[in-house]
């Protein structure tokens, strides 16, 4: 049997580069499409020699073509932490919109299987904790984070329409907070900034009081999700995320006790909009997918640590 092929947008970013891998590990080909202004050609230069791996670089915003047959389109393209996302705003909002419409346009016509990578931003500042995938969320539309949060809020949208209207196989994922290899050392996010600190031997910053909740999932485990989702029989959307819940002081300390007891720890003010409580109700993953994480965060930390030490 010839193998499958999975185009995976965003492919060379820190998640979609992982997802390569794996797609490439249990014997698919492999379409990566990114142009480069988050990711990076390193994520995949491993991949290079790979005759089951192809790369092309383009901007999934405008139309492009695909030859030949494509099983699986998953759409990962798309900056994704408030560094990138605030630096590139038009660019953010277009893939989540023309982005996520020229991809489904694509599955249609391949009559493949559509998955997008969708974030646990939709909930904006939660006033329902931990987060369902029922709750419709409390988002500021128009304040600095909302470029993010509303292009895939409308990304949802669009490909729930293309379900009902072309009767078409699609998935949506819930991303909550995620980390390790790959990560861009200056992305903003809690893990690459305390680690970025702890490796140059400064003060760990914690906006506010530090209060403010986070779970952390570990990649391996995410793509675990992704995948099982992609290849199961529902649709979503299913968060995918570690449900165990730590305040940003506490992950401080942990960092600090575990890499550097000296190191200080210095507060800033809290950015608008910020959330204060984000947490996965892993439910209906568990339920539907069997799916849960295994890797807790002291030895996910440790691998990602590791990682950025030798990078």
């Not at 480069?36 to 192809?54: C, E, M, Q, W, Y």
């Not at 493949?112 to 029922?134: C, I, N, R, W």
Request: charged fraction near 25%.
């Amino acid at each position: 049997m010839s193998k499958k092929v999975v185009l995976i947008s965003g492919g060379a970013g820190f998640l979609g580069s992982h997802l390569c891998d794996w797609f490439i590990g249990h014997g698919f080909k492999v379409i990566a499409v990114d142009n480069l202004i988050t990711g990076s050609l390193r994520n995949v230069a491993h991949l290079k020699a790979n005759k089951d791996f192809k790369f092309l670089k383009q901007d999934v915003s405008k139309p492009f073509k695909v030859e030949g047959v494509v099983h699986y389109v998953m759409h990962f393209a798309s900056p994704a932490s408030p560094v990138d996302y605030m630096k590139h705003p038009i660019a953010t909002m277009l893939v989540g919109s023309y982005g996520t419409h020229n991809l489904l346009e694509i599955a249609r016509l391949k009559k493949a299987v559509f998955l997008m990578a969708s974030t646990s931003e939709v909930y904006g500042d939660p006033l329902v904790h931990p987060q369902k995938e029922a709750y419709w969320g409390n988002v500021n539309p128009n304040g600095p984070r909302s470029i993010y949060d509303e292009a895939k809020r409308y990304a949802e949208a669009a490909i729930f329409a293309y379900k009902r209207v072309y009767k078409m196989d699609v998935k949506v994922v819930r991303i909550f907070n995620t980390y390790g290899p790959r990560m861009q050392i200056k992305d903003g996010r809690v893990v690459p900034n305390f680690i970025d600190q702890i490796l140059n031997n400064q003060p760990l910053t914690v906006y506010g009081k530090g209060t403010q909740t986070r779970s952390f999932c570990y990649v391996v485990d995410l793509v675990d999700g992704i995948t099982k989702l992609l290849l199961s029989k529902i649709s979503g959307p299913v968060n995918i995320g570690n449900p165990r819940e730590f305040t940003i002081l506490e992950f401080a300390e942990l960092i600090r006790k575990k890499y550097n007891p000296k190191a200080k720890i210095i507060y800033q003010p809290l950015p608008q909009d910020d959330p204060k409580q984000r947490c996965p109700d892993i439910s209906l993953a568990r339920k539907e997918l069997g799916w849960e994480p295994k890797i807790n965060l002291e030895e996910g930390i440790s691998h990602t640590m590791n990682w950025f030490a030798r990078n």
